[in-house]
């Protein structure tokens, strides 16, 4: 598979700022890279390993697998090697 970069149109929903509440996706993430498992008709699911906010800035957060919604999706492209 194929590593890609997921530029969102607003950033993911997150708790991650919330006292006391647990949630493993950080706050301000507008670009995600990791890998796409599946291509569906309302958008992808893919498995991220890194986050970034507006400045590029790597944001801390867990590995895991998110169905992002095409209308949440500005673009989506392959990093240079």
Same mark, same amino acid.
Request: proline share 4%; charged share 30%.
């Given at each position: 598979m194929t590593n890609v970069q997921v530029f969102l149109k607003t950033a993911l929903f997150s708790f991650a700022d919330v006292p006391n509440v647990a949630d493993p996706v950080p706050s301000s993430v507008l670009m995600v890279e990791g890998q796409i498992v599946?291509? !569906?008709? $309302?958008?992808v699911v893919i498995d991220v390993k890194r986050y970034f906010d507006?400045?590029?800035r790597? !944001?801390? $957060?867990?590995?895991?697998?998110?169905?992002?919604?095409?209308?949440?999706?500005d673009h989506i492209r392959e990093p240079s090697q």
């Open positions: 599946e291509n !569906r008709s $309302g958008g507006g400045r590029r790597e !944001r801390n $957060g867990q590995t895991q697998r998110l169905f992002i919604p095409m209308g949440k999706i």
